[in-house]
Each structure stands twice: as structure tokens, then as C-alpha cells.
């Protein structure tokens, strides 16, 4: 899909937003919704996806929901952090399926590093254990 274009709806995240589809809760508030990614990158892959918006990506958000909504990515990433210890973290999303959106709901993904640890691909691969996922977003909950 490209950069530009109409909001659908019924995007994934859309449905999870309106609870169509279960997802693994770390945090939500009027601003944000953040989940564990389904299909994660490494150990704590995490999202936080802007609420009452219909912003396909970055460009698209209302100047003024920007700061609200990076203070949450920033705490969000932070609680990951620290509930989790890795060596570094890659905070990063895309914009347009040229630039490797595959969702096109507004996210950033939170992805844990663990120094010798490769990458696992992006979007792809086995839908993890929900329950896991779900133990994984308590831990992150309790460290915000
Ligand atoms: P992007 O390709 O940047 O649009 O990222 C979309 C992300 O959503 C990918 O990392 C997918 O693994 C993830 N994803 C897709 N479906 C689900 C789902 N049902 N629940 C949680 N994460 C999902």
C-alpha cells in the first residue's frame, strides 16, 4: 500500500483497538494502546499505536498528538527496558509498504537487543504463544 491513500477501518490494529481481536495488553490510556507484536523480532517485541486517530502512519498524525503520544512510546520504551535488561533497543516504524509497513495503522515497535542475538525477520514467521506474550506484557507493566 502506498504513502498515501485512505484509512481502512478494518486494519488489524483497528480491530484490536475496538477489541475484535485479542491482543496481549501492556499499557492503554486515552492516548495509546501498546501491545506485544504477534509476530516478534526478538524477546519483548512491543507496539504502541495512537488512539481516536486515523493516521496510517507517522505523516498522518495531528501535530498535536505527536507529543502526547512519543511521551508514551518513551515510557513504553522504558518499562521495556527495563523489565527486560537487554543491551540495546531499536525504537523505529514505517511508513508505506515500500519502507516495509505491512499494517497501516500508526505503530512504533519497541524491539529488545541482546548483544550476539540476531534479528529475527520482520512480519514473518510462527504467531507467537499468547500466553507467553501475555506473561511477557505483565512484566512490562510492572516496570512503567
Ligand atoms: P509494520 O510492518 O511496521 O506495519 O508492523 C506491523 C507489525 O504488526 C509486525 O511487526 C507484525 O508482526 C505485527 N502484527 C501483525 N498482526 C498482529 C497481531 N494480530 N497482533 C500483534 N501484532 C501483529
Given at each position: 500500500m502506498s504513502l498515501h491513500g485512505d484509512y481502512d477501518p478494518d486494519n488489524i490494529f483497528a480491530k484490536i483497538l475496538r477489541g475484535e481481536i485479542p491482543c496481549a495488553k501492556v499499557y492503554e490510556d486515552d492516548i495509546c494502546l501498546s501491545f506485544m507484536d504477534?509476530?516478534?523480532?526478538?524477546?519483548?517485541h512491543t507496539l504502541v499505536i495512537p488512539k481516536a486517530v486515523t493516521a496510517r502512519n507517522f505523516l498522518e498524525l495531528p501535530t498535536d498528538m505527536i507529543g502526547p503520544y512519543m511521551q508514551r512510546v518513551q515510557m513504553i520504551a522504558k518499562g521495556v527496558t527495563k523489565a527486560l535488561s537487554p543491551d540495546g533497543v531499536i525504537i523505529t516504524q514505517f511508513n508505506g509498504s515500500a519502507a516495509g509497513?505491512?499494517?497501516?495503522?500508526l505503530h512504533f515497535h519497541i524491539i529488545p537487543r541482546q548483544s550476539g542475538e540476531s534479528l529475527g525477520f520482520h512480519a514473518a514467521g510462527e504467531m507467537a504463544d499468547m500466553t507467553e506474550l501475555k506473561a511477557l506484557a505483565e512484566q512490562i507493566n510492572a516496570a512503567l
Open positions: 504477534a509476530f516478534p523480532q526478538s524477546n519483548g509497513q505491512t499494517v497501516f495503522h
